[in-house]
C-alpha cells in the first residue's frame, strides 16, 4: 500500500503541468469510491491530498460504514460522550469497546480507578458490524458465592481482567441473558474457557492441573434460544485427553472459545433476547480445576476468520 500511495502522490505533482491527476478529481467523486472501501484502507489514502482529505472526512462516507441502527447502540452512552461528533468520530468511538448494563457486579481496576463492567460492546474496525463480550461476573453461577467452589481470579488475559475459577463442585452451571439491538446479521455464541489455573511465576507463565478432574467422564451441554425461537446445542467432554493426544490438540493450559451455534436477526426491532447456558448437572461424580472467562457474540463469518486454534 505504502508503494501505491507513493506512485500516486508522484503522479498528482506531475499534473502542475497541464495534464490532470489525483489532485483534480472532485471530492464527490473520491467520497463516491469510498463507499465501497474498509475504514483502514479510507484512513490510508486520506493521506493523498486535499480531496481524498475531505472525502474521508465526509459524514456520507461515515455513515455507510455504521450499523442501520447505530444510533440505539449510543443511547446506551452518556449522552456527552457522543453530542456534536462527526460520524467518523462516532465510528471512531464505537469502535473501542464500551461497557453497558447496570453494571452491578463486576469490575476491574485501572490507573488506581475502579469500573463496574458486566459486558462489552463494540464494532468491527474493518467491517462496521456489532461484537459482543459477556462477562462471567454477568452471568448466573451456581456456587459462586460459596468460596469452597469458586473463586474470583484477577488477570490481564480477560478483557474484563477477571475470570471465574471453579475448585470443585458437582452440580455445574453457567447461566446468561442478554438483550441487545441486534442489526440484521447472522451471530455466533460461545463460551471461552480454560482448564487449570494459570499464574505468573519468575515472569513466566505457568499452569497447575491440581484441581483439573471430572471433565473427561461426561460430556458438558452448551445451548442457547433467542426472544424469536431459534435453539442450538451441543456436547463435548472439556477434557478428552486421550482423544486430543491423538488428534495433536492439547485442551489443556489454553484459552478455548467452544462454539455453541448460530442465529438469524432479520431486524433490530424489536430487541433480540438471547439465553444461553453451560452446565454438567450429573452429580455422581465431582469436577474442577476450571476457568471461565466470558460469552462472546460476533457475526459469524467474522468469528470463523479468527478461529486459528479454536476447537470448537
Same mark, same amino acid.
Request: glycine share 6%.
Given at each position: 500500500m505504502g508503494a501505491s500511495l507513493s506512485s500516486l502522490t508522484e503522479s498528482n505533482g506531475s499534473s502542475n503541468g497541464g495534464g490532470s491527476g489525483f489532485g483534480d478529481i472532485p471530492e464527490s467523486c473520491v467520497a463516491c469510491v469510498f463507499l465501497y472501501l474498509t475504514p483502514p484502507e479510507i484512513c490510508n489514502l486520506a493521506r493523498l491530498n486535499r480531496a481524498f482529505r475531505g472525502a474521508a472526512s465526509s459524514d456520507s462516507v461515515w455513515e455507510s460504514k455504521l450499523p442501520s441502527n447505530y444510533h440505539d447502540i449510543l443511547n446506551l452512552m452518556p449522552p456527552e460522550r457522543h453530542q456534536n461528533l462527526t460520524k467518523k468520530d462516532i465510528f471512531a468511538l464505537l469502535s473501542r469497546p464500551f461497557p453497558f448494563g447496570d453494571g452491578s457486579? $463486576?469490575?476491574? +481496576?485501572?490507573?488506581?480507578?475502579? !469500573?463496574?463492567?458486566?459486558?462489552?460492546?463494540?464494532?468491527?474496525?474493518?467491517? #462496521? @458490524?456489532?461484537?459482543?463480550?459477556?462477562? $462471567?461476573?454477568?452471568?448466573?453461577?451456581?456456587?459462586?458465592?460459596?468460596? /469452597? +467452589?469458586?473463586?474470583?481470579?484477577?488477570?490481564?488475559?480477560? /478483557? !474484563?481482567?477477571?475470570?471465574? +475459577?471453579?475448585?470443585?463442585?458437582?452440580? !455445574?452451571?453457567?447461566?446468561?441473558?442478554?438483550? !441487545?439491538?441486534?442489526? $440484521?446479521?447472522?451471530?455466533?455464541?460461545?463460551?471461552?474457557?480454560?482448564? #487449570?489455573?494459570?499464574?505468573?511465576?519468575?515472569? @513466566? /507463565?505457568?499452569?497447575?492441573?491440581?484441581?483439573?478432574?471430572?471433565?473427561?467422564?461426561?460430556?458438558v451441554r452448551f445451548e442457547f434460544s433467542t426472544s424469536d425461537g431459534q435453539q442450538a446445542s451441543t456436547q463435548c467432554c472439556l477434557d478428552a485427553t486421550q482423544q486430543d493426544k491423538a488428534n495433536g490438540n492439547h485442551k489443556r493450559g489454553c484459552w478455548i472459545e467452544y462454539k455453541v451455534g448460530q442465529f438469524i436477526v432479520k431486524e433490530s426491532d424489536p430487541t433480540t433476547e438471547v439465553r444461553f447456558s453451560m452446565k454438567q448437572i450429573d452429580c455422581t461424580h465431582s469436577k474442577g480445576g476450571l476457568c471461565v472467562d466470558c460469552v462472546s457474540i460476533i457475526p459469524s463469518d467474522l468469528k470463523d476468520r479468527r478461529r486459528i486454534g479454536v476447537l470448537k
Open positions: 457486579k $463486576a469490575f476491574y +481496576y485501572v490507573a488506581g480507578f475502579v !469500573f463496574l463492567i458486566l459486558q462489552e460492546v463494540w464494532l468491527d474496525r474493518v467491517t #462496521g @458490524r456489532v461484537c459482543m463480550s459477556i462477562s $462471567a461476573k454477568g452471568m448466573a453461577i451456581t456456587g459462586i458465592d460459596d468460596r /469452597r +467452589y469458586w473463586n474470583w481470579v484477577p488477570t490481564e488475559e480477560s /478483557r !474484563f481482567h477477571v475470570v471465574a +475459577y471453579l475448585q470443585q463442585i458437582w452440580w !455445574f452451571e453457567v447461566d446468561g441473558v442478554i438483550k !441487545f439491538p441486534f442489526p $440484521a446479521d447472522i451471530y455466533t455464541l460461545s463460551f471461552r474457557i480454560h482448564l #487449570g489455573k494459570f499464574s505468573k511465576r519468575l515472569g @513466566r /507463565r505457568v499452569c497447575s492441573f491440581e484441581h483439573t478432574h471430572g471433565w473427561d467422564i461426561k460430556p
